[in-house]
């Protein structure tokens, strides 16, 4: 090989070395945008701060999912597989989640909403999935999530399903033992 020839494969690699890097960086903004878009990861149209006043005239269904990551072996399940809510109103919807293991775990709850152009329209007050959730051996938890259906909802989606995936955290956040049992020591 000539050093003509090295220096234009030199030159070819180090362009495409920062080629990579930039789009490793634009990733980031690039999966946000996705997630937003598809209502993907728990990307919703976030807490509501705003009030209406609901619209008895429109009924959407809401469809609710739980499923559990591969390694995740909690129970887990919404108290009703769907509802029918007005557009404006405040609702709620109670999962339950229980450790049947041994031993004490961590877990995080996210949420995805489809179809896509629905989650824009999906106000979380108050969810879950917000915050990571500990349960000792044989635990049970009722946690609730309060949604608003906006009204400006297109009026060709009837139909919406709020999705969760449980994950396994205990890993990368070990549970705090309870405070009786700390007490106890």
């Not at 634009?26 to 728990?42: E, Q, R, S, T, W």
């Not at 709020?162 to 994950?167: C, G, N, R």
């Amino acid at each position: 090989m000539d050093g003509l020839s090295l220096k234009r494969l030199v030159t070819r690699l180090l362009l495409l070395t920062v080629v990579m890097f930039a789009f490793g960086f634009a990733l980031v903004p690039i999966y946000d945008v996705m997630c937003k878009a598809f209502g993907i990861n728990g990307k919703t149209g976030g807490q509501y701060a705003g009030t209406q006043v609901s619209d008895p005239s429109r009924s959407v269904r809401v469809q609710f999912m739980s499923t559990n990551a591969g390694d995740m072996s909690w129970e887990f399940h919404s108290t009703a597989d769907q509802i029918e809510v007005n557009p404006g109103a405040v609702n709620q919807m109670v999962f339950i989640a229980r450790n049947p293991t041994r031993h004490a775990m961590s877990a995080q709850a996210i949420p995805s909403i489809t179809p896509a152009e629905a989650a824009a329209y999906f106000h979380k007050t108050e969810c879950f999935c917000f915050t990571q959730q500990v349960l000792q051996p044989g635990e049970r938890i009722e946690m609730p999530v309060r949604f608003i259906v906006d009204r400006d909802l297109p009026e060709s989606v009837k139909h919406l399903t709020l999705a969760y995936t449980l994950f396994d955290i205990t890993a990368r956040h070990p549970p705090v033992a309870p405070a009786a049992t700390q007490a106890a020591r």
